[in-house]
Structure formats: C-alpha cells, structure tokens
C-alpha cells in the first residue's frame, strides 16, 4: 500500500485497472490440483475451501485497512510511533512490522 501511494497518479491509476480486470474477468493460474482430491473427493473439502478462501479475503482485507490506517498517521498527520501506538494500541505489532 505505501509503495502504491508512492507511484505517480498515472501509474496507480494503471495497476488499480489491471487489479480491477484480473478481479472481474479472473486470474487464469496453470497449476495441478492437489493430490489430495486423489485422496478425498471434492466434495468433501469443498466446505473447508470456501471457509479458507473468505478466511484469506479478510486477513487480507484487514492488512490492508491496517496499512491504510498507519500511512495516514504517518504521512499525511505526521505522527510517530509513539503516539501511533497511544491510538490503537493492539495494531502494534502490525505497525512495527511495517516500519522495518
């Protein structure tokens, strides 16, 4: 997210459009099913699948929301990581992992 914002406008504005085709029009990935559906049928699994896929679209929506939330304090309020850390104390590790 902060080297997104980095980039000039023009070129965020062509990654946002190449995410938003791959996210519309789906992202062909060649790979071969695990070998566990040899094992198992698909069926089987297809509940624990869907759990995983909505479990990763949330880490990765709240990663994102976390990342957001700390360039704004920032960048644009200017505020350390002191004062960060006063603000929303259970994100500190998130925060310290960023800053690295």
């Given amino acids: 997210m902060w ?8 070129s ?9 085709d791959a996210n519309e029009n789906g992202v062909k ?8 559906y040899d094992v198992v049928p698909k ?7 869907e759990l995983m896929r909505k ?9 994102s929301s976390v990342a957001c939330w700390v360039y704004v ?5 200017h505020k350390t990581l002191n004062e960060m850390l006063q603000e929303l104390p259970d994100v500190s590790q998130f925060i310290l992992a960023m800053m690295r």
């Fill in 3 to 10: 080297e997104y914002m980095k980039v000039p406008e023009d």
């Fill in 12 to 20: 965020r504005e062509k990654v946002k459009n190449l995410l938003k």
């Fill in 29 to 36: 990935i060649s790979h071969q099913a695990p070998t566990l």
């Fill in 43 to 49: 069926e089987e699994i297809a509940e624990f699948e």
């Fill in 55 to 63: 479990t990763i679209a949330d880490i990765v929506s709240e990663v």
């Fill in 73 to 77: 304090q920032k960048y644009v309020k």
